[in-house]
């Protein structure tokens, strides 16, 4: 059974820095294309960045460009996200996905969220 374990979150000054963790366990498969999410209270939740498995090609959201970095670990079932430069408004619960697409527009496994809080 595939699972996704994240950590990392935590709560921080604005301005500050936060590094999420996100394992993909219970597989034989070594490689997946990963990627993070967020949801605010009473927002939906929205795409913050993703890493695929070939080539490591990466995607932002506009929200989070040049603030926060998504990589890899030596093996391509960790993914971290590097979040710089913290805003209030990236306050919300962090969510990994995973999925052995390349570039996936659906994920099929989402691990149980990592809650970050950026105070001003």
């Known amino acids: 059974q595939v699972q996704l374990v994240e950590s990392g979150g935590g709560s921080v000054q604005a301005g500050g820095s936060v590094r999420l963790s996100c394992e993909v366990s219970?597989?034989?498969?070594?490689?997946?294309?990963m990627g993070w999410f967020r949801q605010a209270p009473g927002k939906e939740r929205e795409f913050v960045a993703s890493?695929?498995?070939?080539?490591?090609?990466?995607r932002y959201a506009d929200s989070v460009k040049d603030r926060f970095t998504i990589s890899r670990g030596n093996a391509k079932n960790v993914a971290y996200l590097q979040m710089n430069g913290l805003i209030p408004e990236d306050t919300a619960a962090y969510y990994c996905?995973?999925?052995?697409?390349?570039?996936?527009?659906?994920?099929?496994?989402w691990g149980q969220g990592t809650q970050v809080t950026v105070s001003s």
């Open positions: 219970g597989s034989t498969f070594r490689s997946w294309s």
């Open positions: 890493i695929s498995w070939n080539y490591d090609k990466t």
């Open positions: 996905a995973a999925d052995l697409k390349l570039e996936p527009d659906v994920y099929d496994y």
